[in-house]
């Protein structure tokens, strides 16, 4: 049984660390290995939240885009330690809220890496679940890595997308100006016990998961995804990952 009846969900790059680093030298790694055209960071940054075999289709490789994915893992894994910190207040975030809410971690970095790099960084006692690319078959925006780590936390099992209805969304934010008027919610009877679930990440992949998944969307702005981007399809935007927690909890107090 889940401790609390609340959960969150966290992104991890862009959300709680910052592998900027790590990531560039991957991939330009990767094409310099293969003899092919490295691309600018900036086009790399922009597509960081995607899985690898997508980021490199859309940085222009046609073929064998595997052998890309490996080579930028095999760089990878030699270097992303030592060049990944975690994000301004991130510790502190986790920490509080694992003092009110059930923790996972949804991210489109492989388990593997995630799983190294949250214990490294001191954070990985914080969370029941950590879902990645390689234990899903469609990653985020599909709703499939956030129910899985609802399924994995006990709070959901052998749920769906049909199992979802729509039900007014209440205005726990009237400063905001980001409710979107109309929230999707768990059907708690076919789906699970009450517990209401926030997705909080830095993209619109984390948002657009969240939507399909049919629980509440908060956005920061510390990481990939820009703010405009972000109050487009975030139910609430906040500077960071410490923000957003104790907007949280404060919405939460307000219900």
Not at 25 to 45: C, N, Q, R, T, V
Not at 160 to 175: A, D, H, T, V
Not at 178 to 200: P, Q
């Amino acid at each position: 049984m889940p401790k609390f009846q609340i959960t969150l969900l966290f992104d991890l790059d862009g959300t709680l660390i910052d592998s900027t680093p790590a990531i560039l030298d991957g991939f330009h790694y990767a094409f310099a290995h293969l003899g092919a055209a490295e691309p600018s960071d900036e086009a790399i940054k922009r597509l960081i939240g995607h899985p690898l075999e997508v980021m490199f289709e859309r940085l222009g490789v046609t073929r064998d885009v595997q052998n890309f994915v490996l080579a930028y893992k095999q760089r990878y894994e030699q270097i992303f330690l030592d060049q990944t910190v975690l994000l301004s207040g991130a510790h502190e975030a986790v920490q509080e809220a694992s003092e009110f809410a059930n923790l996972g971690v949804v991210t489109t970095k492989t388990s593997k890496f995630s799983k190294i790099l949250l214990q490294h960084l001191g954070i990985a006692e914080f969370f029941g679940t950590i879902v990645g690319r390689e234990d899903v078959k469609n990653p985020k925006p599909s709703a499939e890595p956030i129910l899985k780590a609802l399924e994995n936390l006990g709070i959901c099992s052998g749920i769906s997308g049909e199992n979802f209805s729509e039900i007014p969304s209440r205005n726990l934010n009237e400063n905001s100006g980001k409710n979107f008027g109309k929230a999707r919610a768990l059907n708690l009877d076919e789906a699970c016990d009450f517990c209401e679930v926030f997705m909080i990440g830095d993209t619109q992949l984390d948002a657009l998961a969240a939507k399909s998944a049919a629980v509440r969307s908060v956005g920061v702005c510390c990481g990939y995804g820009s703010a405009a981007e972000l109050e487009a399809c975030c139910e609430f935007v906040c500077e960071d990952t410490k923000e957003a927690v104790r907007l949280i909890r404060e919405v939460l107090k307000r219900t």
